[in-house]
């Protein structure tokens, strides 16, 4: 496999930027060898600078669900862009993206968009902290809500990947403000609301954890979550920024029956641009600048540009049969992995949600934190490689949720299981 021209262009980014790259996990450090960069995109396909080609399980971390490049998406951006990339004040686009998340998500009475997800829940907690009055908030270990100060203890996504949970430059007196719960135990949560409930403005959630690899919440789990916030005054927020408008058109908090008070979105309603959103109940969004106190804004926020590409990808989504689709296809291909995995002696699991998987080199199930952590890195590592040569490219990372689109088909999943069995047998050692 030919990697001159991503090793010229890694030599001259490591001079100048953090590790080379503008994100950790993408600079490789967990599977080690070194990155490779992007030519262009199309569909189920990432093409390098030195030609090769890969059936993409990553999909640019999520928001390309419609496949990369897709021409309504390509053509929604063009058309808008002929009238300005930015404008500063409002612009009808919005309205209508404000309009197609509220309809979509009946828990959002009204949104705010920002510019990312980390933006939408840092908004998120102030909003919770402000209309509470209440400063602490729990999060749950491996969960990954962006790389907000109150975010980076016991995290997950790089932070897991590099080993840095907990980041220096993070004070103290703002970590310790927020606790931490472990994914999954209901008896922990049970008793950190008893000891603390009228402390907590907000507990964020990761619904289905896609930041410590895959980990879906048992039975009754978030209905669990759902009644201890409403009895202790606390907010439920549900981090729907990889599952949301991925697990079913209206999110994990439609799959899994539940009601948040607020959401947080982002990567698929930006179809591939900078975007987040956070919205809930009117009385909670009601009290963001200007209508209220809490203090919220963004230069770029509600982009044109941005809101086309996001509006043209939701209205892909919202094709009949998509998400149905979309999960039979995510079948298809773990249960494919699975008895490729079998078929060379390897323990091997996964887990799944429409759209998004877990793979573990380990014997299922795994249901905690604890359990995801447990899979075999290295054999990870070398099945990463071995794909990749292979022309097949998952996320670079043991701790990190694999995702698909509606552009891959029986062809792509057929080529990545025939790599795999090869792979399997490397994997093993
Ligand atoms: N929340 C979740 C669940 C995420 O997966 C991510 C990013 O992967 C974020 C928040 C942060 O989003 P962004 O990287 O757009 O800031």
Redesign the pocket.
């Known amino acids: 496999m030919k990697t001159d021209h991503s090793r010229a262009l890694f030599a001259r980014a490591s001079q100048l930027l953090p590790g080379g790259v503008n ?1 950790p996990v993408r600079a490789f450090k967990s599977v080690g060898g070194e990155p490779f960069f992007a030519q262009r995109a199309e569909g189920a396909y990432l093409f390098d600078v030195d030609g090769n080609r890969y059936i993409d399980y990553v999909g640019s ?2 928001p390309m669900i419609a496949g990369h490049a897709h021409p309504q998406v390509l053509e929604a951006v063009a058309r808008t862009m002929r009238d300005g990339l930015s404008f500063g004040v409002p612009n009808a686009l919005e309205v209508t993206m404000a309009e197609a998340i509220t309809s979509i998500v009946p828990s959002c009475d009204m949104v705010r968009m920002v510019n ?6 840092l908004s998120a907690i102030r909003v919770a902290r402000g209309a509470t009055g209440r400063n602490r908030i729990v999060k749950f270990e491996g ?5 907000g100060d109150s975010f980076l203890v016991k995290a997950g ?1 790089g932070a897991l990947t590099l080993g840095l949970p907990n980041s220096p430059g993070v004070p103290a007196a703002l970590a310790d403000l927020t606790l931490t719960l472990p994914y999954n135990d209901f008896d922990a949560a049970t008793k950190l609301f008893d000891e603390a409930g009228s402390d907590i403005a907000g507990l964020i959630i ?1 619904p289905i954890v ?2 410590a690899n895959c980990i879906l919440p048992r039975e009754g789990y978030l209905q669990h979550l759902r009644e201890l916030c409403t009895r202790h005054g606390a907010l439920l927020i549900f ?5 949301g408008f991925r697990v079913a058109l209206g999110g994990a908090q439609q799959r899994y029956g539940i009601t948040p008070d607020l959401s ?1 979105f ?2 698929i309603i930006g179809g591939g641009m ?1 975007v ?1 959103a956070y919205g809930g109940r009117r009385d909670l969004m009601s009290q963001v600048a200007p209508s209220g106190p809490i203090y919220q804004a963004g230069t770029l926020s509600g982009n044109p540009v941005a809101m086309a590409a996001g509006l043209a990808t939701l209205e892909l989504i919202r094709a009949p049969g998509f998400h149905d689709a979309l999960e039979r296809n995510t079948h298809a291909l773990c249960d494919g992995l699975e008895a490729a995995a079998r078929e060379a002696g390897v323990a091997f699991h996964t887990t799944r949600a429409p759209g998004m998987f877990g793979l573990y080199f380990r014997e299922g199930p795994v249901e905690t934190f604890a359990e995801a952590m447990a899979s075999d890195t290295a054999r990870f590592n070398r099945f990463f490689h071995a794909m990749r040569e292979r022309g097949v490219y998952f996320a670079p990372s043991a701790f990190e949720a694999g995702f698909m689109s509606s552009a891959h088909g029986e062809a792509e999943i057929a080529a990545t299981v025939a790599a795999a069995c090869e792979a399997f047998v490397i994997a093993k050692g």
Not at 239 to 243: A, H, I, K, S
Request: aromatic content about 8%.
């Open positions: 994100s971390w999520g990312s997800g980390t933006e939408a829940t969960c990954y809500h962006g790389h996504s990761e896609g930041n981090d729907e920024v990889m599952t947080t982002g990567k900078p987040g």
